[in-house]
């Protein structure tokens, strides 16, 4: 990320301040520079006297005037400070630290050198003239040529020196032996010649140039001689930066002698060159300079004196001036993203993440503000990052929750000790407890759940120990829950749990009733096949045995009686033969119903041709067809469609007769119960047909609905608990929604009655029904 995409645009504010900051800073500049130029004139009217009588006074009053604009400018600067910390403006005590130290820094040193140099100056110029000075400059300057030809001579020792060191060197190697040879001896240069000029090698900053100045004739013929020589070059040129010595070298050249003088080696030179101490040529010429100047200046003691007080006065106010303007500077530039850094950490620590200012500067200070802002924005991005996954786990875990919700199966969330601490609704709904007034208590202190929560506590301790074992990672197990303290109303569920990560456990369950009930139907089927074969064999010869014994035994017998006992027993065998072979067709009609043929069929005009079977006398009044005209063909098999109406015609016929039976018992003179009713109507959706027929009965039990659809599973007393069996499997070959309920009227339950919904045909039905006028038929 480069620092312009967290740099924040300025302010009025902001703008307006740095403009102030450059004024000062140009002023400040400006000032400054006029003071340093004028200081520089002043010193260079000192170094002449005419110059000075003339333009001594003029140059000091400008230079006061600079003083005095530069004490004006620090007199602001404080104002401001002071201002600032009264305001109580953040980072104004930092200002002030940085200002004052760096003031101290060049106003402490200043007055120091000030006084010594006042002490100076006025206690020791008289001694200057004294009458040992000029002998004292003659010494010097026999001194300054001693230590020269001294430091020549220590050069030509070194130079013959390395000349041994260099004298079985091939020449090969001979830059790594120069090199060595001019760092040991402090030479800017080291330089191997051969007797004709040409160079061997070289070290030093001399190697980088093409051409480098070979050595003297002269210079060769003296090394020849005495083995090494040396001369002093570049004292009386001209220095290249005024007010600077000039630059002087010792130059050496040694003779490198080749070991046991072997004929045919060629002559070698090592040439060394090392500058001259700055100081030794500066006091040399200053010698020798002071001693020209000394006649000069002998005479003008009061005035000399005078013009160095004054200089070295009007020096140090400028100076301390400019000291104290520079800290105040300094210490505001430095201070800056000190304040800047804390201003972003108060915001960052305040939860504001927005940019921050970054200064435009190249130092380390600059950088680090622009690193600053870089984190502050990589902490937005990082925050805003953070917000965007807890807002998308929010909405996971929303999915999650919606899911859980609308899942059929139970969920619960137990603890290791068994306490509920999260369910779902399907939970709820399978266990038909309300568990969520639960969380909190343990699973085997529900009501009704005591021995369910001991056996799931029981199942998780027995996992615990075969995943120890085995890895296993989860268990899975049946169970059945009683509610009621009946037999007939059980839940069957399987149950499968698992560990989850930290000290909890999931518990997920379906309900499996249904599936039970149909495993049951088709075991109840299978059996029902089987006694249909095994029983319906016998049952003919039986009755054939029967009547042919009443044949043989009818003129034998002496007597009415003994003859009626006869005709009665026969008669009752047959009859019994004739109730088992309806049971046994009943049977085998249940466990062979045949696949539905499904096309289209008006189910209107079915109910119609059916209840034409109900019109005798003994019906009469107790069926009435409500149908609705809107009702398009479904999707069926017009045989299967025809037993189901049967069914559930008898049924609701028996439930109404059984009712009007006990009300006349128990009431005498009891009013007609209402008829038996059949209606259809069509969905509002406009997809489905609804049929539903209901009775005026007595209703079901509750442990009767949940299982109404078994075989064998009946309230009537001759009843084989076949028929809402075979409805109910009729009803699965037909794709088609079952559902018994009673009816209840003011809290009593005033009958019962069975719905089936049935899919539309996109066929149109081979025999159209009967057009109707209403949606309401007459009664049959």
């Known amino acids: 990320m480069s620092d312009k995409s967290v740099r924040p645009p300025a302010s009025p504010e902001a703008r307006r301040a740095r403009a102030r900051r450059w004024t000062l800073g140009v002023v400040a500049a400006l000032v400054t520079a006029i003071g340093l130029v004028l200081m520089f004139l002043l010193a260079q009217a000192t170094n002449n006297r005419t110059l000075y009588e003339r333009n001594y006074a003029r140059?000091?009053?400008?230079?006061?005037?600079?003083?005095?604009?530069?004490?004006?400018?620090?007199?602001?600067?404080?104002?401001?400070?002071?201002?600032?910390?009264?305001?109580?403006?953040?980072?104004?005590?930092?200002?002030?630290?940085?200002?004052?130290?760096?003031?101290?820094v060049g106003v402490v040193p200043g007055l120091l050198i000030y006084v010594v140099s006042y002490q100076f100056v006025s206690r020791s110029i008289e001694s200057w003239f004294d009458v040992k000075v000029e002998g004292a400059l003659d010494a010097g300057l026999n001194l300054g040529r001693a230590t020269l030809d001294s430091l020549s001579q220590d050069m030509s020792n070194k130079a013959r020196a390395?000349?041994?060191?260099?004298?079985?060197?091939?020449?090969?190697?001979?830059?790594?032996?120069?090199e060595r040879v001019r760092e040991q001896f402090g030479a800017t240069d080291a330089l191997l010649w051969t007797a004709n000029g040409q160079l061997i090698a070289g070290a030093g900053a001399s190697r980088f140039q093409i051409n480098p100045e070979r050595p003297p004739a002269q210079m060769q013929r003296q090394a020849r001689a005495n083995g090494a020589v040396a001369q002093i070059e570049g004292l009386d040129d001209t220095p290249t930066v005024a007010g600077t010595p000039p630059t002087a070298t010792v130059r050496a050249l040694a003779l490198v002698r080749r070991p046991g003088f072997e004929l045919g080696a060629e002559t070698r030179f090592l040439e060394l060159t090392v500058p001259l101490p700055t100081?030794?040529?500066?006091?040399?010429?200053?010698?020798?300079?002071?001693?020209?100047?000394?006649?000069?200046?002998?005479?003008?003691?009061?005035?000399?004196?005078?013009?160095?007080?004054?200089?070295?006065?009007?020096?140090?106010?400028?100076?301390?001036?400019?000291?104290?303007?520079?800290?105040?500077?300094?210490?505001?530039?430095?201070?800056?993203?000190?304040?800047?850094?804390?201003?972003?950490?108060?915001?960052?620590a305040g939860g504001d993440l927005r940019p921050t200012t970054v200064l435009p500067g190249k130092d380390e200070l600059g950088g680090l503000t622009r690193s600053f802002a870089l984190m502050t924005q990589q902490l937005a991005d990082a925050r805003g990052a953070v917000e965007k996954t807890l807002g998308e786990l929010d909405a996971a875990r929303a999915n999650l929750q919606t899911?859980?919700?609308?899942?059929?199966?139970?969920?619960?969330?137990?603890?290791?000790?068994?306490?509920?601490?999260?369910?779902?609704?399907?939970?709820?709904?399978?266990?038909?407890?309300?568990?969520?007034?639960?969380?909190?208590?343990?699973?085997?202190?529900?009501?009704?759940?005591?021995?369910?929560?001991?056996?799931?506590?029981?199942?998780?301790?027995?996992?615990?120990?075969?995943?120890?074992?085995?890895?296993?990672?989860?268990?899975?197990?049946?169970?059945?829950?009683?509610?009621?303290?009946?037999?007939?109303?059980?839940?069957?569920?399987?149950?499968?749990?698992?560990?989850?990560?930290?000290?909890?456990?999931?518990?997920?369950?379906?309900?499996?009733?249904?599936?039970?009930?149909?495993?049951?139907?088709?075991?109840?089927?299978?059996?029902?096949?089987?006694?249909?074969?095994?029983?319906?064999?016998?049952?003919?010869?039986?009755?054939?045995?029967?009547?042919?014994?009443?044949?043989?035994?009818?003129?034998?017998?002496?007597?009415?009686?003994?003859?009626?006992?006869?005709?009665?027993?026969?008669?009752?065998?047959?009859?019994?033969?004739?109730?088992?072979?309806?049971?046994?067709?009943?049977?085998?009609?249940?466990?062979?119903?045949?696949?539905?043929?499904?096309?289209?069929?008006?189910?209107?005009?079915?109910?119609?041709?059916?209840?034409?079977?109900?019109?005798?006398?003994?019906?009469?009044?107790?069926?009435?067809?409500?149908l609705d005209p809107r009702c398009r063909s479904i999707r069926g098999d017009a045989q299967q469609l025809r037993q189901v109406i049967h069914n559930l015609l008898q049924n609701a016929l028996d439930a109404t007769e059984a009712a009007q039976a006990a009300r006349h018992q128990a009431e005498g003179d009891a009013p007609p119960v209402p008829p038996v009713v059949v209606r259809t109507r069509l969905s509002e959706s406009g997809e489905r047909v609804r049929m539903t027929v209901q009775d005026s009965g007595t209703g079901f039990a509750e442990n009767i609905l949940k299982r109404a659809f078994e075989p064998y599973v009946t309230t009537k007393a001759k009843g084989t608990g076949l028929g809402l069996a075979v409805v109910k499997k009729i009803a699965d070959e037909h794709g088609a929604r079952i559902e018994l309920s009673n009816r209840v009227q003011d809290g009593a339950v005033v009958g019962a009655q069975v719905s089936l919904s049935f899919a539309l045909s996109p066929e149109r039905p081979a025999v159209a029904a009967a057009p109707h006028s209403s949606q309401e038929h007459p009664v049959i």
């Open 59 to 104: 140059l000091f009053g400008i230079n006061v005037v600079v003083a005095v604009l530069l004490a004006l400018v620090l007199a602001w600067v404080a104002f401001r400070l002071v201002k600032r910390l009264r305001q109580g403006k953040f980072g104004s005590r930092l200002l002030i630290r940085l200002a004052a130290i760096f003031a101290l």
């Open 162 to 178: 390395g000349g041994a060191l260099l004298s079985d060197v091939p020449d090969t190697a001979a830059g790594l032996a120069l």
């Open 279 to 348: 100081a030794v040529v500066a006091n040399a010429l200053a010698v020798q300079e002071a001693n020209r100047e000394y006649q000069e200046r002998a005479l003008a003691r009061g005035g000399l004196l005078r013009m160095y007080i004054g200089t070295l006065t009007l020096s140090l106010f400028l100076a301390v001036f400019g000291a104290v303007l520079l800290a105040v500077l300094f210490g505001n530039q430095l201070a800056r993203p000190l304040l800047v850094l804390a201003d972003g950490v108060r915001q960052v």
């Open 403 to 626: 899911i859980l919700d609308n899942l059929t199966s139970g969920v619960i969330v137990l603890a290791v000790d068994g306490t509920v601490l999260s369910t779902n609704p399907g939970a709820t709904r399978v266990l038909r407890m309300p568990l969520a007034a639960y969380e909190g208590r343990n699973l085997a202190e529900v009501p009704g759940l005591e021995e369910f929560g001991r056996d799931v506590h029981q199942q998780f301790e027995e996992f615990e120990v075969e995943r120890s074992q085995h890895g296993l990672d989860h268990w899975q197990h049946a169970f059945e829950l009683h509610s009621g303290g009946m037999a007939d109303d059980t839940v069957n569920l399987v149950a499968r749990g698992a560990e989850l990560p930290g000290p909890a456990r999931l518990l997920v369950f379906d309900d499996i009733s249904e599936i039970v009930s149909a495993q049951r139907a088709q075991a109840w089927g299978e059996v029902a096949r089987r006694l249909a074969h095994e029983i319906k064999n016998p049952l003919t010869p039986i009755q054939l045995s029967a009547e042919r014994l009443e044949l043989k035994l009818a003129g034998k017998l002496q007597g009415s009686a003994e003859q009626a006992i006869l005709a009665k027993s026969v008669k009752t065998i047959v009859d019994q033969v004739d109730a088992m072979k309806r049971l046994v067709n009943e049977f085998r009609d249940y466990a062979r119903l045949p696949a539905a043929d499904l096309k289209a069929v008006d189910l209107n005009a079915l109910v119609l041709d059916i209840l034409h079977l109900y019109e005798s006398d003994s019906n009469h009044d107790r069926v009435q067809a409500e």
